[in-house]
């Protein structure tokens, strides 16, 4: 089902600059209120440029309550939660290997109904994968962040530095 003005706000599609980490997580929650179907956002920015921030704030906005019970993904690699939507967390930081990558079973979770929020996607290569969000964030010094968000409906590659690791 293609993204439409009907299902998902465009209006979050572009560029924005956010100056604190507070204002990160409420453009992220803002998202997470507006969506009224599942999708699969790919996070992508440098280590500590607020990918983590933002998922915070998404889910949030799907209805968690408390940002403080949304633990990073950085070592279980993969957080789930039930909320309005059923939501699954992801973090691809750490796996080096295509072997680590299949072991998560990654083609199941994102054949999911869900919003899947996947941190370090450039990681998944090119995954044909429709009606995703892309979200790349840049670190412009102090708590400045460029967050550029933008439909992505094809296959990936790597936009980034890191080498895809291909299911």
């Known amino acids: ?26 453009l992220s929650y803002a998202i997470g209120r507006a969506l009224e179907l599942p999708r699969i956002f790919f996070l992508e920015g440098n280590l ?9 704030g998404l889910i ?3 209805g968690q309550p408390d940002p403080d019970d949304i633990p990073s993904p ?13 939501v699954f967390h992801v973090d691809l930081y750490r796996l ?19 919003v899947i929020i996947v941190e370090w996607a450039q990681k998944l ?8 969000i892309l979200v790349k ?11 550029e968000i933008q439909p992505l409906r094809t296959g990936r590659g790597s936009q980034s530095g890191n080498a895809p690791l291909e299911l």
């Open 1 to 26: 089902m293609p993204l439409s003005p009907l299902t998902f706000p465009e209006l979050i599609f572009g560029t924005t600059i956010t100056r604190s980490q507070q204002e990160t997580f409420d």
């Open 96 to 114: 080096e290997t295509v072997q680590d990558l299949q072991s998560l079973d990654l083609e199941e979770i994102l054949a999911e109904p869900a």
């Open 125 to 132: 290569g090119n995954k044909e994968l429709e009606d995703v």
């Open 48 to 56: 500590g440029a607020g990918k983590t921030v933002f998922a915070k």
């Open 137 to 147: 964030i840049e670190d412009l010094g102090g708590d400045n962040r460029k967050i």
């Open 60 to 62: 949030c906005g799907l």
């Open 74 to 86: 950085s070592f279980t690699l993969i957080n789930e939660y039930l909320l309005r939507f059923k």
